[in-house]
């Protein structure tokens, strides 16, 4: 197991500028030198671990120095490190170590002792040792996470590329808004310490907080802020309130969900010298395209998908499963020189979205990933997104499942029938609204089902809204709930 490039270029920037800041948390600044130090209290504590068998090392995902310090120990080792968010419910948390084939969960908080261990791990596919540096989750939306794993090579080449894109070398000071187990960190947290910039770590407390966002990119002279829109708009209401501007910030990115229009067309009084840029990507490919927008004539609609990256080939599939050459609609379907091979542990027997295909030129890649969206290519080759080819919607920038989320909601043993409606919302781009039926004398209200839901779901898919009655909902002429009707009567909720 040999330490990957991302270890080493840290190392460098350590030894060459240990001053330098590298990290700011909760108003704290981190030297290069100092987490240089925390990376070296943390491979002590991995040296007490059985990881001969190269298999990976699970670091429950908490926003804090000494995590990421631990990651860079993983690195550092060779040894593959699994994130899984750190609100997982337990039974969750332990399904999914055993899948990745995990024998031992590091806390990066924990100082009662080196490590805790998880079951005997089973994983149906586990990767040959050293050929995998992180492996992430996917929301859980409709079921159990996912597990992507990533090789050290697909992650340094993204963190290179956008390294180079969005200036992310000494002097650049990033701000990491999203949670460390999700794929937008590859350009926050480890492109900007693999080329020696400064990363500005948002309080997961703060997050909605826009007076506090604001603080903290005016503060520290950010030069790069990639975030959701929900965040946008939370930095552009409190810049207005406090008659603010963000002048130090160079490339601003939105990314994770649809960027309202109206919403965009606030952001240059907000940064009046910054770039704009629409990024789309997948967990599993990494980010695929990219948009810069004018900042002076800014879209009255939907922002384009832009241009794949360098190295990335996209086919646009048709419903007869052909591609389509020229204007029309059809699955977005992508191959990127940062994506997965497949997920770990997954069921060999169960289809999968990954596919071969015929690349696009000779030697192009062969590998593509269905991302399930469904977009619009224009008579300029320009693509635009429309929609999802299933029932996922995004809920402050995580997909959601309503299907997954009904299927819970019926398992509780007081409701017999259930619909989950996403309703458009400016800020989390949706909100779930549950409409019930209890079965009679049930004694449950709204407290008792998001208690329940918390067993099973992720926070994003907990419906923010519940209308419970004992009258069953109505249906069409075929069976099937009628969510028109249901839809015409949530003013009600």
Same mark, same amino acid.
């Given at each position: 197991? @040999?330490?990957?490039?991302?270890?080493? #270029?840290?190392?460098?920037?350590?030894?060459?500028?240990?001053?330098?800041?590298?990290?700011?948390?909760?108003?704290?600044?981190?030297?290069?030198?100092?987490?240089?130090?925390?990376?070296?209290?943390? #491979? !002590?504590?991995?040296?007490?671990?059985?990881?001969?068998?190269?298999?990976?090392?699970?670091?429950?995902?908490?926003?804090?120095?000494?995590?990421?310090?631990?990651?860079?120990?993983?690195?550092?080792?060779?040894?593959?490190?699994?994130?899984?968010?750190?609100?997982?419910?337990?039974?969750?948390?332990?399904?999914?170590?055993?899948?990745?084939?995990?024998?031992?969960?590091?806390?990066?908080?924990?100082?009662?002792?080196?490590?805790?261990?998880?079951?005997?791990?089973?994983?149906?596919?586990?990767? +040959?040792?050293? #050929?995998?540096?992180?492996?992430?989750?996917?929301?859980?939306?409709?079921?159990?996470?996912?597990?992507?794993?990533?090789?050290?090579?697909?992650?340094?080449?993204?963190?290179?590329?956008?390294?180079?894109?969005?200036?992310?070398?000494?002097?650049?000071?990033?701000?990491?808004?999203?949670?460390?187990?999700?794929?937008?960190?590859?350009? %926050?947290?480890?492109?900007?310490?693999?080329?020696?910039?400064?990363?500005?770590?948002?309080?997961? +407390?703060?997050?909605?907080?826009?007076?506090?966002?604001?603080?903290?990119? &005016?503060?520290?002279?950010?030069?790069?802020?990639?975030?959701?829109?929900? +965040?946008?708009?939370?930095?552009?209401?409190?810049?207005?309130?406090?008659?603010? @501007?963000?002048?130090?910030?160079?490339?601003?990115? =939105?990314?994770?969900?649809?960027?309202?229009?109206?919403?965009?067309?606030?952001?240059?009084?907000?940064?009046?010298?910054?770039?704009?840029?629409?990024?789309?990507?997948?967990?599993?490919?990494?980010?695929? =395209?990219?948009?810069?927008?004018?900042?002076? +004539?800014?879209?009255?609609?939907?922002?384009?998908?832009?241009?794949?990256?360098?190295? *990335?080939?996209?086919?646009? *599939?048709?419903? %007869?499963?052909? !591609?389509?050459?020229?204007?029309?609609?059809?699955?977005?379907?992508?191959?990127?020189?940062?994506?997965?091979?497949?997920?770990?542990?997954?069921?060999?027997?169960?289809?999968?979205?990954?596919?071969?295909?015929?690349?696009?030129?000779?030697?192009?890649?062969?590998? =593509?990933?269905?991302?399930?969206?469904?977009?619009?290519?224009?008579?300029?080759?320009?693509?635009?997104?429309?929609?999802?080819?299933?029932?996922? *919607?995004?809920?402050?920038?995580?997909?959601?499942?309503?299907?997954?989320?009904?299927?819970?909601?019926? %398992?509780? &043993?007081?409701?017999?029938?259930?619909?989950?409606?996403?309703?458009? %919302?400016?800020?989390?781009?949706?909100?779930?609204?549950?409409?019930?039926?209890?079965?009679?004398?049930?004694?449950?209200?709204?407290?008792?089902?998001?208690?329940?839901?918390?067993?099973?779901?992720?926070?994003?898919?907990?419906? #923010?809204?519940?209308?419970?009655?004992?009258?069953?909902?109505?249906?069409?002429?075929?069976?099937?709930?009628?969510?028109?009707?249901?839809?015409?009567?949530?003013?009600?909720?």
């Amino acid at each position: 197991m @040999k330490p990957t490039q991302l270890w080493t #270029s840290f190392a460098r920037q350590a030894d060459a500028r240990p001053g330098a800041t590298a990290l700011v948390a909760q108003g704290r600044h981190i030297s290069y030198g100092e987490l240089a130090g925390l990376v070296a209290e943390a #491979s !002590a504590r991995l040296g007490l671990l059985d990881t001969a068998g190269g298999e990976p090392i699970a670091v429950p995902a908490t926003k804090t120095p000494r995590t990421i310090a631990l990651v860079l120990a993983c690195l550092r080792a060779g040894l593959p490190v699994v994130l899984p968010s750190a609100t997982l419910p337990a039974a969750t948390l332990q399904r999914l170590l055993a899948r990745a084939g995990c024998r031992h969960l590091v806390s990066a908080d924990d100082d009662a002792g080196p490590a805790r261990a998880g079951a005997v791990p089973a994983p149906a596919a586990p990767p +040959a040792p050293g #050929s995998v540096a992180f492996v992430l989750t996917t929301s859980g939306s409709t079921g159990l996470p996912k597990l992507v794993p990533l090789t050290a090579g697909a992650v340094e080449r993204f963190a290179d590329w956008a390294a180079a894109r969005f200036e992310l070398g000494p002097g650049a000071s990033v701000l990491n808004y999203a949670p460390l187990n999700f794929d937008l960190c590859f350009l %926050d947290v480890w492109a900007t310490l693999h080329h020696g910039g400064r990363v500005i770590l948002v309080d997961p +407390a703060a997050s909605t907080n826009g007076r506090r966002l604001l603080d903290a990119v &005016d503060d520290n002279a950010v030069t790069v802020v990639q975030a959701v829109p929900m +965040a946008h708009q939370l930095l552009a209401d409190a810049a207005d309130e406090a008659g603010r @501007k963000l002048t130090s910030v160079r490339h601003t990115l =939105f990314t994770g969900d649809h960027m309202p229009a109206r919403c965009l067309a606030r952001l240059p009084g907000v940064f009046p010298r910054s770039r704009f840029y629409n990024v789309y990507g997948c967990t599993e490919t990494n980010d695929s =395209f990219l948009h810069e927008v004018d900042r002076d +004539a800014l879209p009255a609609d939907a922002v384009p998908l832009g241009t794949p990256l360098p190295g *990335v080939e996209a086919l646009v *599939v048709g419903e %007869d499963g052909a !591609a389509v050459t020229g204007p029309g609609r059809g699955e977005l379907v992508v191959a990127t020189p940062f994506q997965t091979a497949g997920y770990l542990g997954a069921d060999p027997a169960v289809p999968g979205p990954f596919t071969d295909l015929p690349a696009l030129r000779p030697g192009g890649a062969t590998r =593509f990933y269905r991302t399930g969206d469904l977009v619009r290519r224009d008579g300029d080759g320009v693509l635009h997104l429309e929609g999802r080819n299933d029932f996922q *919607v995004k809920v402050r920038g995580t997909r959601v499942n309503t299907a997954a989320v009904e299927q819970v909601l019926l %398992d509780h &043993d007081e409701v017999t029938e259930a619909a989950v409606l996403a309703v458009p %919302d400016p800020v989390a781009g949706h909100l779930l609204h549950a409409v019930l039926r209890r079965v009679p004398g049930a004694a449950t209200g709204t407290l008792g089902l998001r208690r329940h839901c918390a067993l099973y779901l992720p926070t994003a898919a907990i419906p #923010s809204a519940f209308r419970l009655s004992e009258a069953p909902l109505p249906r069409t002429s075929t069976g099937k709930v009628d969510r028109l009707v249901l839809g015409r009567t949530l003013h009600t909720l």
